[in-house]
């Protein structure tokens, strides 16, 4: 992670500020690193470098990678961590699968998915890991 070289001020009451101290001093963090997990969730990094490994190499790390994030990442979290998504370097198809993937987990886990999923276009064709027709209903 590169070095913090820019500051950032919020304005706060002092009964706000004695909260931040608070809940910080409970997780065992200073209120800067406390105020950043909770608004940029250290699941939202992992998202970021599993989208450039999909755009990088063989998708099925990548995808798996993806599962298990969205499978771990807590329904709380959610939203901050798939806020949204750089899907420009990959092929429709794996911008559709990521979309896909990411409106299941939010189903599952009852929350809104993020807007950029609606953003994505479908496929022209629809796609079948297989030929086997009689597949194709389950799939």
């Given amino acids: 992670m590169p070095g913090k070289t820019a500051q950032l001020q919020i304005r706060v009451t002092p009964q706000q500020k004695a909260t931040l101290k608070r809940l910080a001093g409970r997780a065992g963090r200073d209120v800067s690193s406390y105020v950043l997990s909770r608004v940029i969730p250290p699941e939202r990094g992992r998202f970021e470098s599993i989208l450039r490994h999909l755009a990088d190499g063989d998708p099925r790390f990548a995808l798996a990678a993806l599962n298990d994030l969205l499978q771990d990442t ?3 979290l959610f939203r901050a961590a798939f806020c949204d998504a750089s899907l420009g370097g990959l092929s429709r198809y794996l911008q559709n699968y990521v979309a896909a993937m990411v409106e299941l987990a939010a189903e599952r886990k009852g929350v809104t998915p993020p807007r950029w999923t609606r ?3 479908p496929l022209d064709q629809p796609h ?3 030929q ?3 597949l194709r209903l389950y799939l």
Avoid: D, L
Wanted: net charge neutral; aromatic share 8%.
């Fill in 74 to 76: 807590p329904g709380t």
């Fill in 119 to 121: 953003e994505i276009g």
């Fill in 128 to 130: 079948f890991v297989t």
């Fill in 132 to 134: 086997m027709r009689s």
